[in-house]
């Protein structure tokens, strides 16, 4: 079993795109998800990350390279994951993973050895 990205391709730079990861595969409740990117030849960076933390309240983290720009969300009836992308740059040509635990990791969500389930990717890139 695997979460299944999608929602990746080639974008013009200042353009938006939505990635989803669908996790209804698992029968299992995700307390975290993550998102995360990675260049050859450069080590997997958190994106985004979303968390259940105390009283249901969310704890949603941020890289500060796509703060402001990237927005992360889930529908829990559908079980899919959102990663909303605007003003996308060059910069931000990579492949992207989706990965979810069933710990609320709160701020720790941002770790991605904190992950024990993860998506193939899907690769996006950023080019006029």
């Known amino acids: 079993e695997q979460l299944v990205e999608s929602g990746g391709g080639l974008v013009q730079p200042g353009k938006s795109l939505r990635l989803s990861c669908d996790t209804s595969?698992?029968?299992?409740?995700?307390?975290?998800v993550g998102w995360f990117r990675q260049v050859p030849g450069q080590e997997r960076e958190a994106v985004s990350c979303?968390?259940?933390?105390?009283?249901?309240?969310?704890?949603?983290v941020h890289a500060d390279s796509v703060e402001a720009r990237f927005t992360i969300s889930r529908d829990d009836t559908k079980k899919i994951v959102y990663l909303d992308m605007n003003v996308l740059s060059p910069a931000d040509t990579a492949v992207y993973y989706c990965?979810?635990?069933?710990?609320?990791?709160?701020?720790?969500?941002?770790?991605?050895?904190?992950?024990?389930?993860w998506g193939r990717g899907t690769q996006v890139t950023v080019s006029s």
């Open positions: 990965a979810a635990s069933t710990d609320s990791l709160r701020g720790a969500c941002v770790r991605s050895a904190k992950y024990v389930i």
């Open positions: 595969g698992f029968s299992l409740q995700f307390k975290s």
């Open positions: 979303l968390s259940d933390g105390d009283g249901g309240r969310l704890t949603e």
